[in-house]
Structures are given as C-alpha cells and as structure tokens.
C-alpha cells in the first residue's frame, strides 16, 4: 500500500513540475515542447484554444494508440497521469510567467519538463503525449531509450510548430529545450540504476575476488583467459559495483597487485542482488 502510494505521490509531482514548466516558462515564450503540449501550444497562438482543454483532448486519441500495448496496471496510472496534468495545466494557467532571456527559458523549462516526465515515466506511468507513445515503443524495444523515442518525436512536432508560427526563433529554442529536456529523462531514469563493471587480470586475482567479496560484499566472476603477449594462462575478474566503491576497490587491487591491469566501465539499469 505504501508503495502504491508513493508511487502516486511521484506521478503527481512530475505531472506538477511538467504543467508549471509548460505555464511558466515555455508558452509565455512560445516554446513548443512537442507531443501534446506542443501542439496545445500551436493551438493556443492560433485559435486561442487553452491547454487543459486541448491536451486532454488529444492524449484521448493517443490513449487509443496504447490502450491494448499497455499492462493493466501502467494504463490506470498513465490515466491518472493525464488527468493530473489537465488539472495543474488549469491550476498554474494563473501563476506568474517568465519573460526574461529566451535561453535561460528553454533551459529551465526543458529541465523542470524533463524532471516531471522522468519521475512519472519512472513509475511506469506518463502524462500523456509522446512519452506515453514512447512507454509503449520501449516496452517493445527495450534497447531504445525513453528520452531518445521522445526527443525524435517531439522534434518533428517542433518542427510542424515552427511552420505554422511562423519564427524561426521559435524552433531554434524549442530544439534546445527539448534537448534538455531530454537528457534530463534519460538521467532520472537511470539515476539510481548508475554503477561500474570492473574487469581485472591479475596473477593475485584469487586474493583480490576474496578481498571484494569479503570488503565490498559484492560477487565476483572468474573467467579462465591466456595473455598472449606472454603465453601464460591467467584469470580475470569481472564484478558490477556501486561507483561509491570504485576508489576502495582500485585500493585493495594495488595492495595485492600494484601491476594489476584494470579497466573500468559505466553500467546502467543494472538489476540482480544487491542493486
């Protein structure tokens, strides 16, 4: 129960922090953001139509499109995502805007954007829009990130924008928001699932697995290998660790071997025991 609703409490919050960044910081300036608020945006200046009526209106559609894609579980929540946004889309309609440099804008919009669309699609959730066509794409092409899926959408929607309002400004700094805004995804997605992969050869490599697993409490694989350069048949070690552990790691490596050879890698979304 308590996870359930901390997991609604998040989705409420991105929902938050994606219509104040809309209100505040990109309409004012017509900053389109792609999917549905971008093209509420074009509607806006247009027709003078207000978000909270056309963004509702246009994740129905898109809503169709992953109704049967979807878990159960993730439409409820993605549902619930949409409605929350429609309602702080209304809510924040009245709070002052910011009108200072166009830049500073894009980029504080694209993060504050960013954060609310990572939290909720960290919950498998979305507020509608591309993000909610991207949840269904990764799901079924896990290897394709959120942030990329929706950084390709939304630039064709930036793009549309541009045209139909006619200022090449416009789409110049809906690029750069959105680029932030991307990026800024793609980080709270993979914020807690960062770690490194760590590869040793080494003669002392038996000293070294029983110095990690019994200091670092982390599991290590040996894998049989032959150094050519001296054809001599050796071991090399492989773990995943937190990057807080990396420093006592290349420590206890120098104690039993200062000649270890040791790379080191980033690793993302790792699951298992101890992650």
């Known amino acids: ?27 004012p300036a017509k900053i389109s953001t792609g999917g549905a608020s971008g093209i509420g945006t074009v509607l806006f200046y247009t027709l003078g139509i207000p978000l909270f009526v056309t963004v509702p209106a246009l994740n129905a559609v898109i809503f169709i499109f992953g109704f049967r894609s979807l878990p159960r579980r993730a439409l409820i929540k993605s549902l619930f995502g949409v409605a929350a946004l429609s309602v702080f889309l209304s809510l924040t309609q009245r709070l002052p805007v910011y009108r200072g440099n166009l830049i500073l804008g894009a980029v504080f919009g694209g993060a504050i ?7 909720t699609l960290l919950q498998t959730a979305s507020t509608g829009g591309t993000d909610l066509v991207a949840l269904v794409l990764h799901g079924k092409k896990p290897h ?8 390709w959408m939304d630039s064709a929607i930036i793009l549309s924008s541009g045209f139909f309002l006619g200022d090449l400004t416009v789409i110049l700094s809906s690029l750069i928001s959105l680029y932030i805004s991307n990026l ?4 709270v997605l993979t914020r807690g699932d960062l770690a490194k992969s760590v590869w040793v050869i080494s003669s002392a490599a038996s000293s070294i697995a029983g ?18 350069y001296s054809n001599t048949a050796g071991e090399m070690l492989f773990c995943v660790l937190k990057n807080r552990q990396v420093p006592l790691l290349l420590e206890l490596i120098h104690r039993r071997d200062p000649a270890a050879f040791t790379f080191i890698s980033d690793v993302r979304k790792v699951r298992g025991e101890g992650f």
Not at 144 to 151: Q, W
Request: proline share 2%.
């Open 1 to 27: 129960m308590k996870q359930k609703i901390k997991e609604y409490a998040l989705i409420l919050l991105g929902a938050f922090l994606l219509a104040f960044a809309v209100q505040v910081f990109l309409v």
């Open 113 to 119: 954007a960013g954060v609310g669309v990572g939290l």
């Open 144 to 151: 394709l990130t959120p942030g990329s899926l929706i950084l």
């Open 184 to 187: 800024t995804v793609d980080w």
């Open 211 to 228: 110095d990690i697993h019994r200091r670092l409490g982390r599991g290590v694989t040996g894998i049989t290998v032959r150094r050519y």
